[in-house]
């Protein structure tokens, strides 16, 4: 299993379609993690085209450890063999995943991470075999087919069902020990306070990052899911007390006990904020 707080996803990640190589370039410059769509975003007859375009892009780009590729169930044999000689790329998001879409990943693209996309019942019920598979990184969630393949409604009366369910994954994740998931996408791209609003709920619930479709979305997921100056000025001084006392029990400035779980969240805060960190003495405090 991975570490709890490591690796960290971009805080937002930006989908683009495969066959629109004319807007890979403006994706890069507006989020700081971009989905090259060979799935849904891309029809039929365009998908080899695509696949062409997303590898050639790959090849040549000056940081493409950004670039996530988004592969299809029914296409996913063709998609892997468009990808087969690339590299450098942060990973692949397999939409409708389940076991056995995983096993041929880790079988034929055995070093790339997966975020698996939850789209089903199906996946739902194998949320803790997934998590257990040796190529997951977390998972994400398609949520408009989750919740029509579910007969589900998006009403106010069904909020917190639909919540119930995303926590579902959530929970997965970290009983996992994987990265925290990834939050579904906002249709809405001109309401900025309700995706600032719904973000934010997203991240309370344990999100680690959200998908956009519009590069205005991204400034506003991006603030929601990365840390703040005063909280990286925090978690920076919850660790040096905590070195401080010899990686023994510690108190902060306000005489606050820094035990295990706080010094989990203050790792995961500068994680977040792309500081590396040592984990050794994680466990010197206890709670």
Known sequence: MSSPIAPHLPPVLLYVPGDR???????????????????????????AAARAAVAAHIAASDNPAK?????????????????????GYAGVMLADAVPETLALLAEHLPDVPVLALIESAAALDALAEMAAMPNILTFGVGEVDLLADLGLRRTQSTAHVIDMLRFRMVHAAAAAELAPPVAPTSLDVRDTAGLAASTEHLRDLGFGSRTAI???????????????????????ALLAAFESAGRAVAVDGDGHFIDAAVLRDARATLARAGEELAHAGEEGATS
């Open 21 to 47: 190589p004319d807007r890979f370039a403006k994706a890069e410059a507006a989020s700081p993690g971009v989905i090259l769509d060979l799935e849904d975003a891309v029809a039929t007859d365009n998908k």
């Open 214 to 236: 519009h590069p205005d979305q991204c400034r506003v997921v991006a603030e929601v899911f990365s840390p703040s100056t005063a909280q990286i000025e925090r978690a920076r």
């Open 67 to 87: 670039l996530w590729v988004r592969v299809g169930r029914l296409t996913l044999q063709d998609d892997i063999d468009a990808l087969r000689d690339s590299s």
